[in-house]
Nanobody, 114 residues
Framework: QVQLVESGGGLVQAGGSLRLSCTAS????????MGWYRQTPGKERELVAFLTRVGTLNYADSVKGRFTISGEVAKNTVYLQMNSLKPENTAVYYC????????WGQGTQVTVSS
């Protein structure tokens, strides 16, 4: 059974920090990338950042300089350090692992108060 278990969401004031964690298990195919997406009500899920198996980091322009992705795809773990959080960063954050198939976590709520 495939599981992506996320943790680290919560409520924080603007300017604060949170660190999200994701560990995947039960995946039988090779995973090439792991990353984070987010979604707010009425909007499409959008990419925040992802990490490739060879260590390449990719970020959405809106989070560059404030968010840092880390982890090791070969070990099915990925983290997202979020600094200088803004109210507009409020969303459900989803972990994703993908290769020839996509796998999603259940999501973790991040709420940034002004």
């Amino acid at each position: 059974q495939v599981q992506l278990v996320e943790s680290g969401g919560g409520l924080v004031q603007a300017g604060g920090s949170l660190r999200l964690s994701c560990t995947a298990s039960g995946i039988s195919i090779m995973i090439n990338n792991m990353g984070w997406y987010r979604q707010t009500p009425g909007k499409e899920r959008e990419l925040v950042a992802f990490l490739t198996r060879v260590g390449t980091l990719n970020y959405a322009d809106s989070v560059k300089g404030r968010f840092t992705i880390s982890g090791e795809v070969a070990k099915n773990t990925v983290y997202l350090q979020m600094n200088s959080l803004k109210p507009e960063n409020t969303a459900v954050y989803y972990c994703k692992a993908w290769g020839t198939r996509n796998y999603w976590g259940q999501g973790t709520q991040v709420t940034v108060s002004s």
